[in-house]
C-alpha cells in the first residue's frame, strides 16, 4: 500500500473529468489536483513551451510526494510524457495512449477521432491508434464549439443537440463504428452524443480510459489505497480560483470548496 | 495629406471587422494590421502584460511609420491607451470610447451591453458610457459563445440564431433601447441580432463608430489620403498564418492573400 496521493495536472479545468473517473473508480484515494489556468489554452503553444509548463506542473506535484503523476491534458500527453518520464521517479500516465489502445481495442473498421482543432492537427491519437497495427480507417474532425458549450454548462441544452448533429452525423453517415472523445471536457457531453450517434457506436471515454490505466498500474505495484472514509482532495489553480469553482461545479454536480492559488516553482 | 498607412492591432483576428469598416468609409487607405495570435487571448491577462503587449504590438506598427494607430482589441483599449499615448507620437484610438459615445448619443434608458466575459467583467463599456453623465440604466451580459460561432464560419447558421436568442432576449424582455457590441467579433452577428431583437433597439457596432472616429480624426489633421486605386494592405500575425487566412475569409468576404509571420521587437 501506498498512502500518498495520486497528482494530476491539466491546462484548465477540462482534467476534472478525470479527476471524476478516478474518483469513481478507487474511493479510497486522495487526489491534488493542478490546473495551470493562467497559461491555457495549451493547444496554441509551441511543444517547447508545453514540456516546460508540463515539467514546472509535475514539479510542484512532486513537492506534494504524489505517487502517480496523471497528465489529464491532451497538448501535454502528446509531447511532454518521455521528458515528464526521464525526469521523474515516479509513474506518469497520459490520456491519448490509454483512449487510442481502448479505440483499437473496440474498433471494427472505421474510427473517428473528435477533438479541439489543436488535437485534431497535431493527430496524436490518430498515431496512437495507428501503432496498434490494426488496419482500421481513421476520420477525425475537430468540434471547436464544444467546449464552450461545456463551460457554459448547456451540457444538457437543446442547442447543444443540435451542435452535436451538426459535428457528428457526418460521421456517423461515413460508418464509423467508434468515437474517440478526444478531449477531456467531451464526457460532458457523453449522453448527447449517444442519443445522436445511438447504441451502435461505441463511445471511448478517454477519462475513464485513463482512470482504468491509473488503477492497473496502481494495482501491479500494490500502491491501492482501499477506502476507509472519504480522503479530502486538494485543488489548485495558477489564476481566478473562483471561475474555477464555478465551472467546476458543471464537471463534478457539486461544489469544490478548497481551490488554492498554486505558486509555481518556475515561476517568479 | 499624409500618405503613411493606418497601423491597427489586434490580439487576434476580431480586428478585421474595424479593418473593414475603416476600409469602407476610407477606401484611399492603405492598412498595415498585426494580429497577435501567438499570445491570444488577452481578456485573461493581467492588466501589465496587456500593457506590455500592447506596447511591443504598437512599436512594430511605428516602425512601418504609421500615421495612427488604431487599438481594434476590447483589452488593450480598456487598458494600455494611456501607456500607449504617452510612448508613441501619433494618434492612437481604441474602440472602446467611440462605442461608449455612440452609446450615450442614441440611449434612451436603458442600455444593454454584450461582450466577452473578461471584458464584461472589466466593466470598461459600463464606466466609459457613465462617465458621459446621464441616467441610463445599464445592463451587462457575457456571450462566451459568439466568439467560437463566428469562427467557425456559422455567422448566418440557424444555431446561432438560437443562442442569439437564448442569449438576447433576456435584454429584450428587460427593456432596452440601445445594445453595444462590445467585441469585436460581434460585427458578424449583426444580421443575426437584428433578427431577433427586432428594429426598435439600436445596435452599435464598435467597428463603425471606431472607423468614423478615425475618419474624424484623419480629417480634422489634414491626414486623409483620397482614393486613387486600391492600396494594398499588408497583414501580420504573431503564429499561425493559415489559421488567420482561413478565419479571416469568415470576416471579409474575401481571401487574404499575403499574411506574414511578425517578429515582435520585444520578443527573443
Not at 464526457?187 to 442519443?195: C, G, H, M, R, S
Request: hydrophobic share 40%; charged share 25%.
Amino acid at each position: 500500500m501506498n498512502r500518498n496521493a495520486i497528482g494530476m495536472f491539466d491546462s484548465g479545468i477540462g482534467g476534472l473529468t478525470v479527476y471524476q473517473a478516478i474518483k469513481e473508480k478507487m474511493a479510497g484515494e486522495k487526489i491534488i489536483y493542478l490546473g495551470d489556468t493562467a497559461r491555457l489554452p495549451y493547444g496554441s503553444k509551441s511543444a517547447e513551451t508545453i514540456i516546460r509548463f508540463s515539467e514546472e506542473n509535475a514539479r510542484f506535484l512532486m513537492e506534494k510526494s504524489v505517487k502517480i503523476i496523471v497528465v489529464a491534458c491532451n497538448s501535454s500527453s502528446a509531447h511532454a510524457l518521455p521528458r515528464l518520464q526521464e525526469l521523474f521517479p515516479v509513474p506518469i500516465v497520459g490520456v491519448i495512449e490509454p483512449g487510442a489502445e481502448a479505440a483499437a481495442k473496440w474498433a471494427k473498421k472505421r474510427i473517428g477521432v473528435i477533438g479541439t482543432t489543436a488535437t485534431i492537427r497535431s493527430r496524436a491519437y490518430e498515431i496512437a491508434i495507428l501503432e496498434k497495427k490494426g488496419t482500421w480507417e481513421i476520420l477525425s474532425r475537430d468540434c471547436p464549439l464544444f467546449v464552450p458549450l461545456v463551460e457554459e454548462g448547456w451540457g444538457e441544452h437543446r442547442i447543444t443537440r443540435l451542435v452535436v448533429e451538426e459535428y457528428l452525423l457526418p460521421l456517423k453517415d461515413q460508418g464509423i463504428d467508434t468515437l474517440v472523445l478526444g478531449c477531456t471536457h467531451y464526457p460532458v457531453l457523453k449522453n448527447a452524443i449517444a442519443q445522436v450517434l445511438g447504441p451502435e457506436i461505441r463511445l471511448i471515454d478517454s477519462a475513464l480510459t485513463t482512470a482504468e490505466r491509473v488503477f492497473q498500474m496502481l494495482k501491479k505495484r500494490g500502491w491501492l489505497h482501499p477506502a476507509e472514509g472519504t480522503p479530502e482532495d486538494d485543488f489548485y489553480v495558477t489564476d481566478f480560483p473562483e471561475r474555477f469553482q464555478k465551472v467546476g461545479e458543471i464537471f463534478l454536480k457539486k461544489k469544490i470548496l478548497n481551490v488554492e492559488v498554486a505558486n509555481l516553482p518556475g515561476r517568479t
